[in-house]
């Protein structure tokens, strides 16, 4: 088991499992549609997709840690970007 001072994360190598602070760490990877070509559609795809997103993350509820990464394919001022 390995721990990361910063973080206090520590990584059991051979479960693939991740903790902070004795609560499990999720790492959500999305790749959200893009809007190349200027798409209106995609706008909504990406909506739509951030609501999947954000279920899940409610779902596995307060006793866990959870950071969502990837590419949001938004622009800083986009409905799916806080």
Same mark, same amino acid.
């Given at each position: 088991?390995?721990?990361? @001072?910063?973080?206090?994360?520590?990584?059991?190598?051979?479960?693939?499992? @991740?903790?902070?602070?004795?609560?499990?760490?999720?790492?959500? =990877?999305?790749?959200?549609?893009?809007?190349?070509? &200027?798409?209106?559609?995609? =706008?909504?795809?990406?909506? @739509?997709?951030?609501?999947?997103?954000? &279920?899940?993350?409610?779902?596995? &509820?307060?006793?866990?840690?959870?950071?969502?990464?990837?590419?949001?394919?938004?622009?800083?001022? &986009?409905?799916?970007?806080?």
């Amino acid at each position: 088991m390995q721990t990361h @001072a910063v973080l206090k994360l520590m990584l059991s190598p051979r479960s693939g499992n @991740a903790y902070v602070q004795n609560q499990p760490l999720f790492l959500v =990877c999305v790749h959200f549609k893009s809007d190349f070509g &200027g798409s209106t559609d995609s =706008c909504y795809q990406r909506e @739509a997709q951030a609501e999947v997103i954000r &279920g899940v993350v409610n779902e596995l &509820g307060n006793t866990s840690h959870v950071v969502v990464t990837g590419d949001f394919n938004d622009r800083s001022v &986009g409905l799916t970007m806080p």
